[in-house]
């Protein structure tokens, strides 16, 4: 008896690469953090480069280039930040103020300085990372821009360093209690770790990984959703956190499933970038639809829906449909499905 023929498939898209906030070109000389003094002896260096960071966000002199300092000059801007009162005596610099990102490769050693943010954490009452989606608006006039805004247009080199500092600043400010007996912790390895001294345990900063996924059915129409957190207008791919002893590819379809009804099939790896709003690691896929019937929660998702390629490019240009910025991997894969840039 003769076997068919296999039906040759579609070749794979190409794995997402050059995702905005996943380029680096700096080593981070993980070897230097454990060194006595690294930090001073970087202070002390007046070849030393310095970016400034707070409420997830950077000093620019533009949109695509970091405003680069000396150890002093940064040292000059800590001590504005830290001041109180007329007449009062300022504020004590912390000991988790500088970061060592990492080195050139003519060995000149990188920072970051830490500035008190402008909106503090709340201690209670609402969720601490509401802020990380605080509008842009407000401190752009003053040089500051949020990372999530400006990631697409900072070249490789500033991209990868102003990541790490905006990921390590946000593990700081979560973090500055021991998690094990609740003592207040010290920085160590310039900035790597925090260390407990009542009970002597040890703590890194954390990633937490989250699927985000292009789910496509039978007729190559895209899975869209607009969260009920959302403003109006806004849509995106759908996303969530993989959950304590889940491989990701289960986390896609448990996800899919749990917000809009739809059941996924067949799942494919795209690439990853991170995401420190506070601190994600988000893993992309492509996801195959099995069925098309949407049935949104209603809590987390308010709306999802199929679209094609021009009913998506139709509703961008008319303003109904606003898509997420160009330095999330959501944008990559919605423009990798689509075929090339939309607007917006």
Known sequence: MTRPA???SAPAPPALVDLPLARASVDRAAELRALPGALDDARADPRTRVLAVRDGGLLLDDDAHVRWLDPAGAAALLAVGREGAAGAAPAPEPDDAWLLLGAEDDGTRVLAVR????HPLPAGGEPADVLVHLPDGPVARSGWRSLRVVGALLDAHDAGLATTAVALDAWHDRHPRC????APTRTAQAGWSRVCDVDGSEHYPRTDPAVIMAVVDADDRLLLGHAAA???GRWSTLAGFVEAGEAAEQA???EVHEETGVVVGEVEYAGSQPWPFPASLMLGFRGRATTTDVRVDGVEMADARWFTRAGLAAAVDAGDVVLP???S???ALIEQWYGGPLPG
Do not use: M, S
């Open 6 to 8: 296999p039906v040759p």
């Open 329 to 331: 991997i959501a944008r």
């Open 252 to 254: 896609v379809r448990r």
């Open 230 to 232: 959302w403003p109006a």
């Open 325 to 327: 910025g160009g330095a």
């Open 115 to 118: 500035l008190p943010d402008a």
């Open 179 to 182: 998690p094990r007996c609740g």
